[in-house]
Structures are given as structure tokens and as C-alpha cells.
């Protein structure tokens, strides 16, 4: 069964940086595009990021362009998440996910970034 | 204001039947994938439905989806109250070049 397991999460201050890492396995992870998804506390889920399999393609939402970076290492089977001038409102439960099923996203257990001064 | 609409909330007796609706545009739903997904409580999210109407193995078929022009709709017969819960759709939108979901939609088994 696939697993995905996020780490890097934390309190952070207004305008700081932060990184997310998602480790994989139990699957081809080079053959899955893969996505960052977020939810704020009582609210629900916000996609972030997504990149697909090899790497080349990479998107993000209106509300994180310009200040979050996805990236992949498929030697290391690791996603990445290197977050910039982080804003309260990015204060989220981070998801990592896996695209496994024809858009449908198998989903890790979550980080939680909070940024607060 | 989400891209995909969902109603807030749903509810029934258990054992009976409950649909929810997500509804979208030709950009996302009409042209890609959907996807219906669980949240329990204090859990990570949990995929039911993809590619509109298909079930990853260990689901129960007492889910089930289905998709018609712009929007999408999940059903769930023989309601328990283990199902209570909270049900995303999701999807690609071509235009937006962006993942979406729904708001999100409460199921109460009374």
C-alpha cells in the first residue's frame, strides 16, 4: 500500500521560511505526479502545488505563486515543499499526495505550519 | 468562494440513501478526472471515488459516483454512522491550470 509521510511543519513567524518534505514509498514514485493540498483549522482543503512525474511540469494556486517551490527528487523518492514570505493566512495542515488513480489522490498524513508572531 | 459547488450539509436515517452534489463548469468537471474523497474526523483525507464512478479496492460498493456534463454526484446507500463525515469532490481545471475542490459537504446520520 502506497505511504507517504510529510515532515517539516512548525511554528514560524510572518515573513519567514519554512520546508516541507514528503517521503514515499511502496510504489513507483517517478511515475506519479504529486501534490501539496492544504487546510486551514475548521476549513476546507485548498490545493497548493502540484508537478508531475519527471519533474518538468509544475503548477500552483494564485494564492502561494511566487512564494512556494515544488520539487522532486526521484532518487530519494521525496517531495518537496520550500515555503517563502509566509503570510498568518498560510497557517494549514499541509497534505502530501499521490495522483494513483486517474486524478484521484491517495493522501499522506499531514503536517501542521503555523505562522504566528 | 470554492470553484466546485457543494452543498454545507446532508443527512439521513441510517440505512437509508444519500446523494451530494458537486457541481462545475466545462474547464474542470467537464473535461477531467473527478474524485470524492472522506474525511473522518481529526484524519487525513481518504480517497472513495475516481475517475468519476470507479472505487479504489477496499472501498465498499455502497459508494458509488457518477458524472454528467458539468457536474458530479456521490451516493451512499445503507447509511451507518461510521459515514458521518466530510465529503470533498475534486479535480483538475484546465483553464485555471490548478487542482480544485468543493466547499465541502457535512453528512449527518441521524
Known amino acids: 500500500e502506497e505511504q507517504l509521510l510529510e515532515s517539516g511543519g512548525g511554528l514560524v513567524q510572518p515573513g519567514g521560511s519554512l520546508r516541507l518534505s514528503c517521503a514515499a514509498s511502496?510504489?513507483?514514485?517517478?511515475?506519479?505526479?504529486m501534490a501539496w493540498v492544504r487546510q486551514a483549522p475548521g476549513k476546507g482543503l485548498e490545493w497548493v502545488s502540484g508537478?508531475?512525474?519527471?519533474?518538468?511540469?509544475?503548477y500552483y494556486a494564485d494564492s502561494v505563486k511566487g512564494r512556494f517551490t515544488i520539487s522532486r527528487d526521484n532518487s530519494k523518492n521525496t517531495l518537496v515543499l520550500q515555503m517563502t514570505s509566509l503570510r498568518v493566512e498560510d497557517t494549514a495542515i499541509y497534505y502530501c499526495?499521490?495522483?494513483?488513480?486517474?486524478?484521484?489522490?491517495?493522501w499522506g498524513q499531514g503536517t501542521l505550519v503555523t505562522v504566528s508572531s | 468562494q470554492s470553484v466546485l459547488t457543494q452543498p454545507p450539509s446532508v443527512s439521513a436515517a441510517p440505512g437509508q440513501k444519500v446523494t451530494i452534489s458537486c457541481s462545475g463548469s466545462?474547464?474542470?468537471?467537464?473535461?477531467?478526472?473527478v474524485a470524492w474523497y472522506q474525511q473522518l474526523p481529526g484524519a487525513a483525507p481518504k480517497l472513495l471515488i475516481y475517475?468519476?464512478?470507479n472505487r479504489p479496492s477496499g472501498i465498499p460498493d455502497r459508494f458509488s459516483g457518477s458524472k454528467s456534463a458539468v457536474s458530479a454526484t456521490l451516493a451512499i446507500t445503507g447509511l451507518q454512522t461510521g459515514d458521518e463525515a466530510d465529503y470533498y469532490c475534486?479535480?483538475?481545471?484546465?483553464?485555471?491550470?490548478?487542482?480544485?475542490f468543493g466547499g465541502g459537504t457535512k453528512l449527518t446520520v441521524l
Open positions: 475517475d468519476s464512478d
Open positions: 475534486g479535480t483538475w481545471d484546465s483553464s485555471l491550470r490548478a487542482g480544485v
Open positions: 511502496e510504489f513507483s514514485f517517478s511515475s506519479h505526479a
Open positions: 508537478i508531475s512525474g519527471s519533474g518538468e511540469n509544475r
Open positions: 466545462t474547464s474542470n468537471i467537464g473535461y477531467n478526472y
Open positions: 499526495a499521490s495522483d494513483q488513480y486517474r486524478g484521484g489522490l491517495v
